[in-house]
Structures are given as C-alpha cells and as structure tokens.
C-alpha cells in the first residue's frame, strides 16, 4: 500500500488520521454539547470542545486495552 508503513512502536500507519482522530471526531459533536453545557459566562471555547473530544478519544483507546 502506498505511503503505508510501520511505526518503530510496532503499530502500522497508513498516513491518513489515527485511530485517535478519528474517535475525537466522532466525539466532537457530543463534546461540543457539553462545553456549551457547562460554559461560563464567556461562551463555549472551541478549544475546550476540541480538548474535551480528545479526552473521549483517549478514554476510548483506553476501553480497548482493557
């Protein structure tokens, strides 16, 4: 497969967005629901939206090695 390859750590990489990304953006429109849920008087912040997308995203590649 062009532009596929393996990572030092093992883990194949195929050049496109990881497995990560692609769990923070499923998450992103859940994430953003809560960062308007719980904002402050300043308005949701994309960047907490984004920050909360990852903290699912990890939480989910966390749920797998269990």
């Known amino acids: ?11 194949y990489f195929s050049g496109g967005m990881s497995l990560r990304d692609y769990f923070a953006a ?11 849920e719980s904002s402050t008087h300043n308005g949701p912040s994309y ?13 989910m590649l966390a749920a797998r090695n269990v």
């Open 47 to 59: 960047q907490g939206a984004a920050e909360r997308a990852y903290e699912f995203a990890d939480a």
């Open 1 to 11: 497969m062009k532009g596929a390859h393996w990572r030092a750590d093992g883990r």
């Open 26 to 36: 499923k998450a992103l429109p859940m994430a953003w629901q809560a960062e308007q």
